[in-house]
């Protein structure tokens, strides 16, 4: 209902550290998906008085005062943070290609708990970065007391579909059979998970929702939903 006084105003402007070296994007810029981009992108989030955004440049999850843009904290991650960071009762939650969720206090930025999704220690390159094999690159979606993401970037290695408790980070139930399932359902999920009162909808593979293929989970099991696949009306 809030209405917004015209004409706005610009305030402050933030510059982030790899603003000062951004790729140069070929090709149709509207439908053009790549890591390159992402890694130049600031994922933003607001609550409150506070400004929250992830740098998948140098792994970073950063809050600043709303009004001023001065920097409150930052929190490094072990690798790069892809997707916007998610705030709910107070914490910051946050997926990394180093394989672990993190669960921050909004207010300090310090380390609630930290949950490893890899299975094991192996690394690759990917665009120039190490990566963990089970990346998570989905957002960390948190409803009615529960974090969702996915973990995972080849199919052959395994991809996992995981929801934990959010104030503890205690699992919950974790799929791991997501990659055994059916054509393209089995790609690496990667993208914002959303979800309805039942079920949860994980895009997959490098180019989410461009080529709309996405996956159907159970919210309450994490049991894989025939309903995957199709394009949602």
């Known amino acids: 209902s809030e209405r917004l006084a015209l004409p706005l105003e610009q305030t402050w402007v933030f ?29 933003i989030s607001a609550a409150g008085d506070a400004v929250f955004f992830t740098s998948a440049a140098d792994g970073r999850v950063v809050c600043l005062e709303a009004a001023t843009a001065k920097k409150r904290w930052e929190f490094i991650a072990g690798g790069s943070v892809n997707r916007v ?6 914490r910051v939650y946050a997926g990394s290609d180093d394989g672990h969720v993190y669960c921050l206090d909004a207010k300090t930025g310090k380390s609630i708990w930290t949950y490893k999704a890899v299975p094991a220690n192996r690394w690759f390159f990917w665009y120039n970065q190490l990566s963990s094999i089970w990346p998570v690159r989905t957002n960390v979606l948190v409803e009615d007391g529960v974090a969702y993401f996915g973990a995972g970037a080849f199919p052959h290695d395994g991809t996992f579909l995981i929801a934990l408790n959010a104030k503890t980070g205690q699992e919950i139930w974790k799929n791991d059979s997501h990659c055994e399932t059916l054509f393209r359902w089995a790609l690496a999920p990667h993208g914002n998970i959303y979800a309805t009162e039942e079920n949860l909808y994980v895009p997959n593979d490098v180019k989410p929702f461009r080529w709309a293929v996405f996956n159907s989970f159970k919210r309450s099991d994490g049991r894989h939903d025939a309903w995957a696949g199709t394009d949602p009306k």
Do not use: A, I
């Open 85 to 90: 960071p998610t705030y709910s009762d107070g």
């Open 15 to 43: 510059r982030s550290r790899q603003s000062q070296h951004p790729v140069e994007l070929q090709g149709d810029q509207t439908v053009q998906f790549t890591p390159q981009r992402d890694r130049y992108e600031l994922s």
